[in-house]
């Protein structure tokens, strides 16, 4: 089944803020095997120049989709399969570090659904703020394999 | 320590680095990340649903890779922006030493505004499993 591209263009704020612990980060760290004190150590992040422990750059997947996308990737009328999902492309732009303490908003946007071959691809756009500064865009393309519509 | 604006140009190696994949490592960045897609743990669905075996997650391959970046650099909070496309997924067959990700990493541009671009490969048996991906670090000026 095809994605349903009504969707298109629509967006949805996360369902609640991102709170952002030195526990999650330090999680995250090690379950990526990477031992930066930047990411551990708050003393040491500091000596960099940081607030807090800061987060490695792909932290903020996990506010990027499920239910943090406001549910629209997973909406019942979208009609998208997980287990038929890889990922496509990602990208982090960043206004600064994501940092222990951080109570991050987002605001999701379906930016795009195309076929390519029997593959669709949709792009996603993500702007995540703090007490409505940016911090970071993240634009997310996920590829669903074999849905794309059959010519007939 | 972070290398200085003045002393890298383009064509700067960064040092290459190989990480292993292991079926433990996607178990562990699944729960970590909150990406419980059954394809990255369970090798009878991801069989089921055409894939080889077992695929690591995208984004720990992203993830992995870009340590040879803030490695580099030394303070990840000098990354502004990091982007990448998964050209081959990372299959992670049921044994101890699951799949090694070679990468490695080269500045392709020095930017007017303090930055510098870099270019990553990254492959697993020989094989590229990101393409285009590049990281743009803002490195101090000494």
Redesign the interface.
Known sequence: MPLNRDFIGRSAPSTQPFEVTRGDIR??A?????H?P??LDREAAQA???PDV?A???FL??AS??DAAGGLIGHPDMGLV?????????????H??VRAGDLLDSVTRIEDIRDAGRNELMTLVTEVTSNGDPVATI?NTIVS??TAAQES | MAPSWSEVEVGTELPAQE?ALTRA?LV??A?????F???HWNER?AKS??LPNV?A????T???A??VV??WV????L????????SR?VVVEDDDTGATLAVTGVVEAKNDDGTVTVVLTATVGGEDVLT?AR?VVRLPQA
Not at chain 1, 84 to 94: A, L, N, T
């Open positions: 999680r995250f090690l379950a990526i095997g990477d930066n930047a990411y960099f120049g940081h800061i490695p750059p792909t997947i996990s989709t499920g997980y287990a038929m999902v890889v990922h496509g492309e990602e990208k982090f732009e960043f600064r570090p634009t394999r074999g | 990480f490592n562990q960045y729960g970590a990340s909150g990406d897609n059954i394809i669905v649903v055409g695929i997650h995208g984004m720990l992203m993830a992995t870009g340590r803030t490695d030394g303070d990840p909070g990354v502004v922006s990091y982007g990448v496309r998964f997924p285009g990281a």
